[in-house]
């Protein structure tokens, strides 16, 4: 039977009741929304019903620290959420919240909803990176989030970012294995974008922290991407999601930002695999790769950078591309 198709229906919550000031944050730019109305929570609801089609929904929601808004909010938002559930328009409940705002009474309290998904603001599991980043928590905070989310039956994601202050990709990959362990099914990788009004914009100013490169931010992604596919957790998705200020460029500081992250990360995984095969083959000159359909451009990479990159490091001859079933490369 063919899967029904999934969607979410986002209700961003911005900064509500957030006492943290994490150095890369600005709720306002990442939800493009400066406030919040409770009010207006079933029309987003119904408006998105209307286009949703066959498709199966969920009401998600996202941007701040749901579990730590004001308690008569959060189960206000719950009660609206179970109405359309109850009225079978709705499949559940997804929020995503930060580790230490998660704990057995705030668990016994999504229980009582149609809660099945939790997504938690990891970021790191390096206590050192975690202190520089301001985020105010610690690696054990997320232990034990996690362990009760699961021990619960909800669903976890795990989100994380690449390029934090301390940070780098040892410790990046560290922290994919660590979600994984921790039994998370799906994870988002967040590139960090550095906004203007952050913390992170004064330690650039102060020489404390170096904007990483496109290709730092792009190779630490696939290396983390890796890890996820190697252990079976699904990606929902790499980089932020474009919003007109993001697009624009106006909330951007400095640093590198794309809207199609997602696409270049993966472009990556597509260039370290065929060049570890069309290497394996003998004194390969000209080279036929065939690529799974709907990935052609994924595999030739963004303006055609991996034909290019791999050409001429292999001293390829030429390097042809076409879709077919599986991923195989031939020599002529
Ligand atoms: S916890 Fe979330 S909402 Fe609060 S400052 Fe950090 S990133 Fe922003």
Excluded at 124 to 141: E, F, I, N
Excluded at 224 to 241: C, T, Y
Excluded at 263 to 290: C, D, M, N, Q
């Amino acid at each position: 039977m063919k899967e029904k198709k999934h969607i979410n229906i986002p209700i961003f919550i911005p900064h509500l009741g957030c006492p943290n000031d994490c150095a890369f944050c600005n709720q306002r730019s990442i939800s493009g929304r400066t406030h919040f109305d409770i009010w207006d929570v079933r029309r987003q609801i119904e408006d998105a019903l209307s286009t949703a089609g066959e498709r199966e929904s969920e009401i998600a929601f996202f941007g701040g620290s749901f579990t730590g808004i004001d308690r008569s909010l959060m189960t206000s938002l719950l009660d609206i959420a179970e109405e359309y559930v109850k009225a079978g328009k709705v499949g559940s409940i997804r929020l995503s919240t930060r580790p230490d705002y998660v704990d057995e009474e705030i668990l016994d309290i999504l229980g009582k909803y149609s809660v099945k998904t939790i997504e938690l603001g990891i970021q790191s599991a390096s206590d050192k990176v975690l202190t520089a980043s301001k985020r105010g928590h610690a690696l054990s905070d997320t232990v034990n989030a996690c362990k009760l989310i699961r021990e619960r039956g909800f669903n976890l994601v795990g989100q994380m970012m690449i390029g934090l202050p301390s940070s780098d990709e040892k410790s990046e990959i560290e922290t994919a294995k660590l979600i994984c362990e921790l039994g998370a099914s799906e994870a988002r990788i967040y590139p960090i974008v550095i906004l203007k009004n952050t913390h992170l914009v004064t330690m650039v100013e102060n020489g404390e922290y170096t904007p990483l490169t496109e290709s730092e931010l792009v190779s630490r992604s696939a290396s983390v991407l890796s890890v996820f596919r190697e252990n079976g957790v699904k990606v929902l998705r790499i980089g932020l999601h474009s919003g007109t200020e993001l697009n624009s460029g106006d909330e951007i500081a400095c640093g590198y930002y794309h809207p199609a992250m997602g696409e270049l990360v993966e472009g990556e995984l597509y260039f370290r695999e065929l060049e570890k095969r069309i290497t394996a083959l003998e004194s390969p000159k000209t080279v036929t790769v065939t690529v799974p359909r709907g990935d052609l451009s994924k595999a030739i990479g963004q303006n055609g950078r991996n034909r290019a990159r791999l050409t001429e490091k292999l001293g390829l001859v030429a390097l042809k591309f076409k879709e077919g079933t599986d991923l195989s490369v031939e020599k002529e």
